[in-house]
């Protein structure tokens, strides 16, 4: 499982079909594996690059399934469980 995550602008949360060429900040997961992501403020990006992934972000209340494109933006900060 390859993740990408970038920190971008916009207060919605997005889920979206990627098509651009991504280059940077690359996190490999396996099957069952979690990672924590902390961010100070909205607008962090989560983009599935191969197969799926769960998120859950505290004080949102949505989990969220993301396929192979999909992108997840948070509407708050805090910590996004993938």
Same mark, same amino acid.
């Given at each position: 499982m390859i993740i990408? !995550? !970038?920190i971008k602008g916009g207060n919605m949360?997005? =889920?979206k079909q990627y098509s651009q060429k991504i280059n940077r900040n690359f996190i490999e997961l396996h099957k069952n594996e979690i990672h /924590?992501?902390?961010?100070d403020r909205s607008g962090?990006? /989560?983009i599935c690059l191969d197969g799926t992934l769960w998120i859950t972000q505290k004080g949102d209340g949505v989990d969220? /399934? =993301?396929k192979c494109g999909d992108i997840y933006q948070s509407r708050i900060p805090g910590e996004i469980i993938i």
């Open positions: 990408h !995550s !970038s949360m997005k =889920l /924590i992501v902390r961010t962090k990006e /989560i969220r /399934i =993301l």
